[in-house]
Each structure stands twice: as structure tokens, then as C-alpha cells.
């Protein structure tokens, strides 16, 4: 079966760095995703884009965060000044119609210090 | 809003023993429901999912899960337990909109004994 691939596996960086969190989707699909787990709490939803632009996002998506896909390929998550509360499992998902099965990566570990 | 609900953070079953996991929800419309399994260092696995039709559903790896509108339910249930079942579990409910979203339930931790 295809898989979404995440890079890194785990990142360490300091509070207000800024960090790229890289996934690599399955060639065909066209909607892409991002969610995150807090250890111990639920996944929760970032945000969702197709068609080269965000079609939704949530409260915890604010201005320090950015998604784009440069190169038609990768699908990146930027965090422009880590926070300790963004400590979490980053997962990239992604499908290609809508209605599709939803793919996910195994994730990165992010860990701000 | 929509919101799931796992009852049980934990649930230790024997071998070959059933298992029901619990997931209830909440949504203004129809739901899509799903079940997700998270192994050790990987990532969700869709086990199966709801739309319409068939409130009954069967899955991968032997699961099913019954859509009970009346009771806003959707556990899952394994007739015979593998060890390799031990793993977390995670109920979802999404809407058929432009991003349609995910919202995760807080998962079931199962643990298999021998």
C-alpha cells in the first residue's frame, strides 16, 4: 500500500526557532492535511488545503503557522517561532478525492526546549 | 460543533477474547464516522469507515462497527482478539464539506493478554 512519508521522525529545537516539519504525500492525492497530538490529549486538526491554498483551519492555526506545497511534491508545515505548547506528534494526512480514504504519515515528533 | 467521545481510556482483553470499543458523538447533520489504529512509532491506519447505507460495517483485520443514530454511537467490535491488536484506537466523526476535517475522540488503549 502507498504511504505518506514524514521527515524528520523527531525534531528537537529551541523555544523561537523556527522549524519545518516535511511530508511527502502519495503521488495522486490532491487534499492534504495536518493534525496534532499532544501527548496525552486528542489529535486534533490543523488545517486542510487543496488546490494550492487552505480551505480550512482551526483556532490553533494562527499567524505562526504556514503551509505551502513549493514544488507540487512536498507539503510543509512551518512553525515560525516554536512555543513550548507546540511540543506535539505532527501528523500529515492526506487523500485524493474527498469522500476518500484518509492516508496518514507516522509522524514527527516535535519537542521545544 | 462536532465532538467524539471514547468512554474507556483503557481496556485489557484476553486472547481470542471479544472486544467493544465505545465511541459516541455528536454532530448537527449526518455524520461520517471512523475508526483509526495507532501502533507504536506509526501513524493512523484507517480501519473502517461510515457514509450511509448499511449501518453495519465491516473493516480490516476482522472489525466491524454498528452506526446507531438513536443512541449517536459507533463502537467497534472484534469477534476474537489477536495479540497484535494491542494498539490505540481512535474513533473520528467528519463532515462532507471543503476540508472536511477529522475530530478525533481522545482513543482507547487496548492491551491484549495472553
Known amino acids: 500500500e502507498p504511504e505518506v512519508t514524514q521527515t524528520p521522525s523527531h525534531q528537537v529545537t529551541q523555544m523561537g526557532q523556527e522549524v519545518i516539519l516535511r511530508c511527502v504525500p502519495i503521488?495522486?492525492?490532491?487534499?492534504f492535511y495536518w493534525y496534532r497530538q499532544i501527548l496525552g490529549q486528542k489529535v486534533e486538526f490543523l488545517v486542510s488545503?487543496?488546490?494550492?491554498?487552505?480551505?480550512?483551519k482551526s483556532e490553533i492555526f494562527d499567524d505562526q503557522f504556514s503551509v505551502e506545497r513549493p514544488d507540487g511534491s512536498n507539503f510543509t508545515l512551518k512553525i515560525r517561532s516554536t512555543k513550548l505548547e507546540d511540543s506535539a506528534m505532527y501528523f500529515c494526512?492526506?487523500?485524493?478525492?474527498?469522500?476518500?480514504?484518509?492516508?496518514f504519515g507516522s509522524g514527527t515528533q516535535l519537542s521545544v526546549l | 460543533a462536532q465532538s467524539v467521545t471514547q468512554p474507556d481510556i483503557h481496556i485489557t482483553v484476553s486472547e481470542g477474547a471479544s472486544l467493544e470499543l465505545r465511541c459516541n458523538y455528536s454532530?448537527?447533520?449526518?455524520?461520517?464516522l471512523f475508526w483509526y489504529v495507532q501502533s507504536p512509532g506509526q501513524g493512523l491506519q484507517l480501519l473502517l469507515k461510515?457514509?450511509?447505507?448499511?449501518?453495519l460495517v465491516q473493516g480490516i483485520k476482522g472489525f466491524e462497527a454498528e452506526f446507531k443514530r438513536s443512541q449517536s454511537s459507533f463502537n467497534l467490535r472484534k469477534p476474537s482478539v489477536h495479540w497484535s491488536d494491542a494498539a490505540e484506537y481512535f474513533c473520528?466523526?467528519?463532515?462532507?464539506?471543503?476540508?472536511?476535517?477529522?475530530?478525533f475522540g481522545g482513543g482507547t488503549r487496548v492491551l491484549v493478554k495472553p
Open positions: 488545503f487543496y488546490n494550492n491554498e487552505i480551505s480550512e
Open positions: 473520528a466523526v467528519g463532515a462532507q464539506a471543503a476540508g472536511n476535517k477529522l475530530t
Open positions: 454532530y448537527g447533520a449526518t455524520p461520517y
Open positions: 503521488s495522486n492525492h490532491l487534499y
Open positions: 494526512a492526506g487523500r485524493v478525492g474527498i469522500n476518500e480514504k484518509l492516508f
Open positions: 461510515y457514509f450511509s447505507g448499511d449501518t
